[in-house]
């Protein structure tokens, strides 16, 4: 009866060795205890004993080549035994490093056949991971489930550092969408390169606005609005003002007040419905030095002109403190995104979640235009609405943005 | 607030319910004259006289049996157990007799009876004198389990357990008799029958652990402490009527959940405990629930080999770190 000589485990972390000599040939008899071999280990150099009398009748390994743990090197048996069994099975595995694969397939099925794992003494059977086996199946714990479910992530994009792969709540608080399988290749590192440490408001900014323009289908729409009569009420305006009114705050005044004649720009979308707010909650979306804030005016169509201006002053100068506290960001309905003082003529913003829209203001523009056929000096100021066509369609949308711009052309009406 | 030892709390208790109530009576052996196997009734005979304080013969289902038709007829008598262990030649008066007799006569017996003594196991004394019991009694309908850790916590559930109209089993330690914990010692202290306790707030992990374990999980919790883990630890105290209330709404905050039961684990309070909480936190775990319990042998009496086999702080911190992921 042939024996098979196998690569033994001759240190505790050896994986594989490797044969620095053989000191037998095909053909030697060989008793047990005999040194048959020298395997290089990971540590040190060690003799292979055979176990078994007989005579060497294949040797499979030459000198100089790696073996993984259990590998087959040689077989020993009766001169002229038929080993061509022993020869194809080592032969089908390809090379020997499939076998100790096998062992371990075999452990796994033993394990999954319950033969281990199910054993009722504690923890056994908890610490082998409930003996999942990895199946291919996306596993996250059910709170990861929920988490990536109300913060929109795709499972699928999340690694899982759990065992078996399992995505658990850490996954979840620390993913970053930019991370996904999916996102453009990253910049190298080069060492010139400056890396930032990612703020806890970055991150916000990057997730929110990523996940908005991600899964609300943007479009745009601009419009172009003479801002004379706005430019002169705003000098009358300020002669008796408390708080200086600035155009922005007139624009937020407008947008509120066009907000109360369509209802479904001030809407958000919920999954299986969309909410029309009965409030009209007007943020304002301000840059500060780590990133962006969003603060917002409540119940902006009903405040006047100069409440809002003190408002609007109050929240920009706490924002610039990061004073702001949570719940006076929170509750926006629609938001005004203003780049006029930078000389924008115009741009496109990123919805702001959960709105259905967002105003994108430019710069008032003193330019020429034609009145009546004549050339006369105008202020001109082009605004684009970004919104959400899930909700909100193209015609609902240049509705809203006519009667913001009637309104601005006669400020008087915001009166009525 | 008095500090006391557990056996002076449980003393407290028997004897403020006596003084208030001419039908209570304690029964068991050496509860009287030998002022208790453990000293628990000490002084209560020559308080409350022979016939209140009464010594039986060796005969658990003897005195199982007198005290639930004692109690059929209208007394409430506390029938001392040396040990539950013991209490097992009484299982079919318990089992059969006093959980049963209210729900075969239509609710026309009342059977207001508590059996009390230590449960589980005490150290080396081998196979026969180390099980929990808690479990086994809570299986059965019409019985109140209770297996409490502190004495202020075993003072004010006993006065509740001799006042409820049911039978009751109290469940004690040796090992905790000596255990001192301030106990408020107004004479209507009582703590409800069924309510959960957090006696540790943390944010990493509940774990449950009653009884003895409770003190276990408390020493895992402390080492954890210093490797800024923050362990949360809830002690159910009732084991039947359970607050899996106070237990969800722990986890739904940790979202972690390791228990710790010092009974075997197949049927057992863990295995009860763990199922309540996959149907009624499932979305708020974050890992599957662990448990440290006894393995399922019985108890050794070699010293080495016992305290592999008894639940201990490491074990505790084991489980802690699976279900945290930090190992």
């Known amino acids: ?39 290089e280990t990971d540590k040190a150099t060690m003799e292979v004993e055979v176990f078994d009398a007989g005579t060497i009748l294949k040797i499979l390994v030459d000198e100089g080549d790696a073996v993984p743990l259990g590998g087959l090197i040689a077989v020993i048996g009766e ?4 080993i061509s069994d022993i020869l194809e099975e080592a032969g089908s595995e390809g090379s020997s490093d499939k076998s100790s694969e096998k062992k371990k397939e075999d452990t796994d099925k033993k394990a999954e056949e319950g033969e281990e794992s199910f054993d009722p003494v504690f923890g056994d059977l908890d610490k082998k991971g409930n003996g999942q086996p990895d199946d291919g199946r996306i596993k996250a714990s059910p709170l990861a489930r ?5 913060q929109g992530i795709k499972l699928s994009n999340v690694e899982g550092s759990g065992p078996h792969g399992r995505i658990i709540k850490r996954d ?3 993913y970053e969408p930019s991370k996904a399988p999916a996102a453009a290749p990253t910049a190298t590192v080069t060492q010139e390169d400056k890396e930032h440490r990612v703020s806890q408001m970055r991150k916000t900014i990057a997730r929110r606005l990523s996940e908005s323009k991600f899964s609300s289908p943007h479009y745009y729409e601009t419009i172009d609005i003479d801002m004379s009569a706005v430019w002169d009420a705003r000098k009358q305006l300020n002669e008796i003002s408390d708080t200086k009114i600035s155009f922005n705050d007139i624009v937020v005044k407008a947008v509120a007040t066009a907000l109360l004649k369509h209802p479904d720009i001030n809407s958000s979308w919920q999954g299986d419905k969309i909410i029309e707010h009965r409030n009209v909650n007007v943020a304002v979306a301000v840059g500060i030095e780590e990133g962006l804030v969003t603060p917002v005016i409540d119940n902006t169509d009903q405040k006047g002109l100069q409440q809002i201006a003190a408002e609007s002053k109050e929240l920009i100068e706490k924002a610039q403190n990061r004073d702001l506290q949570p719940e006076e960001m929170e509750g926006s309905t629609f938001t005004v995104s203003n780049l006029g003082m930078f000389g924008i003529e115009e741009f496109t913003a990123i919805i702001n979640p959960p709105n259905a829209c967002i105003l994108a203001v430019g710069a ?26 899930r909700i909100v369609d193209g015609v609902s949308a240049a509705q809203f943005l006519n009667t913001l711009k009637q309104m601005l052309e006669n400020p008087l009406g915001m009166v009525l | 607030m008095a500090e006391l030892q557990f056996r002076e709390a449980i003393r407290a208790a028997i004897d403020e319910e006596m003084s208030q109530d001419e039908d209570i009576f304690v029964m068991g052996e050496e509860v009287a004259e030998y002022d208790g196997a453990y000293k628990v009734t000490e002084g209560l005979l020559d308080k409350h006289g022979p016939k209140r304080m009464i010594d039986t013969p060796i005969s658990e289902l003897g005195f199982a049996g007198i005290g639930v038709g004692a109690a059929m007829n209208g007394l409430r008598p506390i029938v001392e157990f040396m040990t539950f262990n013991f209490a097992v030649l009484a299982a079919d008066q318990i089992i059969n007799h006093a959980s049963k007799a209210r729900y075969m006569t ?5 059977i207001p009876i508590v059996f009390r003594g230590p449960n589980a196991s005490a150290g080396q004394l081998s196979a026969t004198h180390s099980v929990s019991y808690d479990a086994m009694y809570a299986h059965f309908p019409g019985l109140k389990v209770i297996y409490t850790s502190e004495p202020a916590d075993a003072k004010g559930l006993l006065k509740s357990a001799i006042r409820d109209d049911n039978p009751v089993l109290f469940m004690e330690s040796e090992q905790m008799y000596g255990l001192k914990g301030e106990v408020p010692d107004e004479d209507d202290f009582t703590i ?3 309510k959960a306790k957090v006696k540790r707030e943390g944010s990493d992990v509940t774990v449950i652990a009653h009884g003895k374990m409770y003190h276990v999980a408390t020493q895992a919790a402390e080492k954890l402490a210093k490797e800024d883990v923050d362990v949360e630890i809830v002690d ?19 979202n972690r959940c390791v228990i710790v039961d010092e009974a075997h684990p197949f049927g057992g309070l863990a295995a009860e405990v763990g199922y309540l909480i996959q149907r009624e936190a499932f979305d708020y775990l974050d890992a599957p629930v662990q448990r440290v319990t006894l393995p399922d042998t019985n108890a050794p009496f070699a010293k080495n080999l016992f305290d592999e086999w008894l639940p201990s702080p490491d074990q505790v911190i084991d489980a802690i770190n699976t279900v945290t992921y930090r190992k």
């Open chain 1, 364 to 389: 008032i523009r003193e330019e020429p235009v034609v009145e009546d056929g004549e050339v006369v000096p105008g202020k001109r100021m082009k605004v684009t609405l970004s919104s959400d066509h």
């Open chain 2, 236 to 254: 159910p105290r009732t084991v039947k009527p359970l607050d899996i209330e106070t237990i969800v709404k722990s986890i739904r905050k940790t």
């Open chain 1, 172 to 174: 979840i608080e620390s």
């Open chain 1, 146 to 150: 929920k988490m990536a479910e109300e």
């Open chain 1, 79 to 82: 001169e002229g035994e038929d």
């Open chain 2, 192 to 194: 409800p029958i069924g």
């Open chain 2, 106 to 110: 239509g609710g026309q017996v009342e």
């Open chain 1, 1 to 39: 009866m042939a024996v098979k000589v196998e690569m033994p485990k001759l240190s505790d972390t050896m994986e594989e060795g490797v044969i620095a000599a053989w000191n037998v040939e095909e053909g030697d008899t060989v008793e047990s205890g005999d040194v048959i071999a020298e395997v």
